[in-house]
């Protein structure tokens, strides 16, 4: 069975100094509760590869991605798509920017879930997708202070 979770935050910055911020893989630390992400190969776009650990300690799982489509808009926002590979991931992940302005955003980070268990996983889901909904709201709330006006992350 697979599952679509959708989140967005608008953010007061330009498209592109959202973008630069959501794509810099390894900084995605600073506002994605307990994950770090690191690049398995120096490719952006198509074919690049990351690898994020979530967990806390040595307690937590691998999620290998591939990038499956990469867009820059020409406002500077853009689309990212990417394939999760790994055993306790799997599916489609989408962080896109879309402009509202020369100086406003809105990121939208979306995930296409294959659940394990067939029905049980499906019930297993329900159950936990509103803690997981809450983690992914407040990641972006995150998001939204770390990269906001007269943060340091913005300057980067």
Do not use: K, N
């Not at 770090?36 to 690898?51: F, I, M, Q, Y």
């Not at 509103?130 to 709330?141: F, H, I, M, Q």
Request: charged share 30%; proline share 7%; net charge positive.
């Amino acid at each position: 069975m697979r599952v679509r979770l959708e989140r967005r935050v608008d953010v007061a910055v330009p498209p592109a100094a959202l973008w630069d911020y959501a794509t810099d893989w390894p900084r995605q630390g600073e506002w994605v509760p307990l994950t770090r992400v690191e690049r398995v190969d120096a490719a952006d776009g198509v074919g690049g590869r990351l690898r994020a650990w979530t967990g806390v300690g040595p307690v937590g799982f691998w999620d290998p991605m591939t990038i499956t489509r990469w867009q820059r808009d020409a406002d500077g926002g853009g689309r990212c798509e990417v394939l999760h590979r790994g055993r306790v991931v799997r599916g489609e992940g989408e962080f896109a920017v879309r402009a509202r302005g020369p100086e406003a955003s809105t990121f939208v980070w979306a995930e296409v879930l294959v659940l394990p268990g067939g029905r049980l996983g499906a019930l297993a889901f329900r159950l936990v997708r509103p803690a997981v909904e809450l983690v992914l709201d407040a990641a972006l709330r995150r998001l939204r202070r770390r990269i906001g006006p007269g943060d340091p992350a913005r300057s980067h």
